[in-house]
């Protein structure tokens, strides 16, 4: 069965990041899949989380800078990245912000990032 959405529901961050999410929990319902259009403004960062779902990112615009155990790694547009369940990571922007494209497996959820406090 065809399904259309007709828009993103806007998920608000913490320090101006945006989230439109297309397809996932809370805009479609998609407990398997979900992907979202990020914006986040310069000097962005989150804390460190231990996601329990795959992430697989490609950036538009700008530089997302992902920190884990062996470093750091700047992903440029038109490059992509890929973080896997259970390994520790944290995500940050250059000082042009960026813009990207995110789709996790299973869908995101708040319950399963595993943020540090």
Known sequence: MVRKIEGATRIPVPGGKVIDEHIGRVNSGDEAVSIAHMTAPPGWEEPAQTPEFAEYTVVLRGTVVIDHAEGA?????????????????????????????????????????NRDE
């Not at 390994?87 to 708040?110: N, T, W």
């Open 73 to 113: 790694t700047e992903v440029t547009a038109g490059q992509s990245f890929v973080t896997e369940p259970g390994e520790k990571i944290r995500y940050r922007v250059g000082p042009e912000g960026a813009e990207y494209v995110a789709v996790c497996l299973p869908a995101f959820s708040p319950d399963t990032v």
